[in-house]
Each structure stands twice: as C-alpha cells, then as structure tokens.
C-alpha cells in the first residue's frame, strides 16, 4: 500500500526591488563595451549604490546627464552614480539644453551599446528627442511567478525608459523601438 509522501514545504521569495533596479541597467546601459556596471552595493544606512564605469571622459559625462540620478521604491533609495575607468566620480551636465543637444548626448553616451539605433529630434506637436533602440527583448532573471523560467521579458526601449531620465530640461524624452525589416 502506498502512502502518501509528505508535501514538501516551498518557500516563494522574490527579487527585492534594488535587484530588479541593478539587472535592468546592467541589461541596458551595461550592453556595451564600453561600460562596466560594478555589484550592486548595500549601504550602511540600508540604501543601494550601482556604480557605472565608463572608458571616455565624454561618453561618462553624457551617460551621467541621462541616466536617472537615484530613485526610490518603497522606503529603499537607489543611487545611480557614473565614474571614469580610473574612479573619478563624474557629475552630470547641469543648465539647460537644447533638443539637439540632448540627442548629441544619446549619440555620445550609447554609441557603442548593443542595444541602441540611433536617436532624431522632431516637432510632433511639441520638440521631442527619440532615442530609438532595436527591437530585441531585454531578459533578465527576477523571479517572475508569471513566467515559466522567472524571467521579465521587455522590449529595449521599455528598459532604457526605467532608467534613463524622462525629460531634460522641458524636453520631454520619447523612447521608441525600430521598426522590424
């Protein structure tokens, strides 16, 4: 006679957000040769450090004036932080800036990244800047119930959305994915 084998006990645990916030810009600005995305780094005071190396004094200070600064999910601040191949800390451009400008900045900062097309600006009824990405899915380990090997799946466009800035200055940003051949 069989019995019945004892259920076993599963334990669900999910990616905490700051996990979710560092594979996001490592699958996207770090999808480049260029870049480094250093671990993600728990502060003493709770808090998240990523830290993002970059070769080129300019492209570093491009990718510093688009990337999102820090954000915060939940009671948890992430800061986002850009530094030279040889540590130096790098600051964003402050002052404002043209849309021309803006896309100048996309062509220097993600020039080299895998994932990017090319970026337009275009009056559509307002001045926008349209960095376009290729139309590829962005996978990355999350611990997803919803999907079968926990993975999200994102278009590039979406991602690079999360973490690059939404406007510059008044200048709204409208991430866009190429159109398939």
Request: net charge positive; charged share 15%; proline share 7%.
């Given at each position: 006679m069989a019995t019945p084998s004892s259920p076993k006990k599963v334990r669900i645990r999910l990616s905490p957000p700051p996990n979710i916030y560092f594979s996001k810009i490592l699958n996207s600005?770090?999808?480049?040769?260029?870049?480094?995305?250093?671990?993600?780094?728990?502060?003493?005071?709770?808090?998240?450090?990523?830290?993002?190396?970059?070769?080129?004094?300019?492209?570093?200070?491009?990718?510093?004036?688009?990337?999102?600064?820090?954000?915060?999910?939940?009671?948890?601040?992430?800061?986002?932080?850009?530094?030279?191949?040889?540590?130096?800390?790098?600051?964003?451009?402050?002052?404002?800036?043209?849309?021309?400008?803006?896309?100048?900045?996309?062509?220097?900062?993600?020039?080299?990244?895998?994932l990017f097309s090319f970026v337009t600006v275009r009056n559509l009824p307002i001045v926008a800047v349209f960095p376009v990405f290729k139309a590829v899915v962005v996978q990355y380990f999350a611990d997803n119930l919803a999907d079968l090997y926990r993975n999200i799946n994102q278009v590039a466009a979406d991602v690079f959305r999360d973490v690059l800035r939404p406007t510059i200055g008044q200048t709204p940003i409208q991430f866009s994915t190429a159109q398939k051949q």
């Open positions: 600005v770090g999808n480049d040769p260029l870049v480094q995305v250093d671990p993600l780094r728990q502060l003493p005071n709770g808090n998240y450090l990523i830290t993002i190396r970059v070769r080129g004094s300019q492209k570093a200070r491009a990718l510093a004036t688009l990337l999102v600064p820090a954000v915060t999910i939940g009671n948890i601040r992430i800061s986002v932080q850009v530094r030279t191949q040889q540590g130096t800390l790098v600051s964003p451009i402050q002052g404002s800036l043209t849309p021309s400008q803006i896309a100048a900045l996309y062509r220097v900062a993600l020039r080299t990244n895998r």
